[in-house]
């Protein structure tokens, strides 16, 4: 088994021999002895690149070593029974079908009935279900909450284990639209960056992601090595956040509304990203620091998409929005042009921005996350610190120098610890390979 998970964890094999081991026998205790596949899927970093992905723009994230796993066996009929090595989700079962009923909302299932109904909409035949157990647990596991896109992980491991045992082919970008369609169905309005990077991701590599598709369906993408000597230091705020529940789709809400007023001058956009282009001192004044649904269906202009959750009334700060995702489209591609010709301190100054871009324009910091990009950089050694994630809470990345490492950690706890009465977690990104099955018999 070892052989097969060096290739992934590194040095780090060797604990994780005895997670798969405890899963593993796990399985046998709920399904019984008989054959069993192992698949793993990553959770991420976004390097730069936030709130881009709905508005078709792009993204940098990189895979992590912290993932979800799912041990599973094809079943002859099409129910789906899941299980999970945490106690507080309790196990479930429904059958696979086109029109699979959600879960109380906020429910964990609902990442894996929205994969299952998703993968059942796209092929013609009926899909055999399967004996499932899931294992997103720490400290292995993907933190929850906290940006670094668990959900994903779990909705992307769910849909790779069926794709798998029915043999259906399909290509990973293909397999990462179906997978982002799939975590709509638990409410969110999410872009397609945390599955794209789950099922493309190369260790030691950020991906470059445009997240509009082509007009044949494809995407482009690229891949930058990570600066070498440096670490992604990530520390979590401890401030939980659920996208399901909070803010995001109001996000959302705000940039729809902005291409629906720019559409007025700029006929046919569909996305912030088609006028990616023009300058922004030309789209600046077109766009009203604040408006409504209810005052923009007065000028006749309609907001189109489902905006799950945004009344009639409630504010939509539409020009500094729509001035992060420009100037946000920007750094990204700055960044990409730094990491190719290893400039570490223009990638730690792009972060920086795209920090202060989120914390005023997008509005998604909060003061533990503040605090903690501006004690990272007061640390020798640091090129660049910012929010990573949906915002609101969770996690900051910060870019380190190896040498500069322990020290940053030692101040963060310190600085934290005053200021709010508790410790950060903090933990080095080890960059991880994309989804996959684990070739166990390895
Ligand atoms: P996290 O950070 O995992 O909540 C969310 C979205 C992304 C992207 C980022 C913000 C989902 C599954 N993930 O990620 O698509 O919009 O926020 O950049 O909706």
Known sequence: MLDALVPIYGELAERQQERYERLLAHFYSIYGPGPVRVFRAPGRVNLIGEHTDYNHGYVMPVALDRDTLIAARPREDAEVHLANV??????????????????????????????????????????????ALVDGAPPFGVPRGSGLSSSSAFTVAVALT???????ELERPHLARLCQEAEWYTGTQGGIMDQFCALLARREHALFLDTRPQPDGSFYF???????????????????????????????????AAVAILRQHYPGITHLRDVQPIPWSHLEPLLPQVTTLRQLAEQGIAVEGPLPGVGEDDPLKVRARARHVHTENRRVEEALDA???????????????????????????CPELDALVQAALEVDGVAGARLTGAGWGGCI????????????????????????????????????PAAGEVPLEK
């Open 86 to 131: 945490e106690s507080e989700f309790e196990p479930v079962v429904f059958p696979i079908h086109r029109d699979i009923p959600p879960a109380p909302k906020g429910h964990w299932s609902n990442y894996a009935r929205g994969a299952a109904q998703r993968l059942a909409q796209e092929v013609p035949h009926p899909l055999r279900g399967m004996d």
């Open 162 to 168: 069926l794709a798998e045992l029915n043999n259906l």
């Open 222 to 256: 690229d891949y930058a090595h990570l600066p070498t000597d440096y670490e992604l230091v990530i520390a979590d705020s401890g401030v939980r956040h659920s996208n399901v529940l909070g803010g995001y789709n109001h996000r959302v809400a705000e940039c729809r």
């Open 339 to 365: 990491m190719r010709y290893r400039d570490v301190e223009r990638l730690g100054q792009l972060m920086v921005q795209a920090h202060i871009s989120a914390r005023d324009d997008y509005e998604i910091s």
């Open 397 to 432: 990345v910060a870019l380190a120098h190896r040498d500069g490492v322990q020290a940053l950690e030692a101040h963060l706890r310190h600085r934290f610890s005053r200021q709010f009465g508790r410790e950060p977690h903090i933990f080095i990104c080890r960059s991880a």
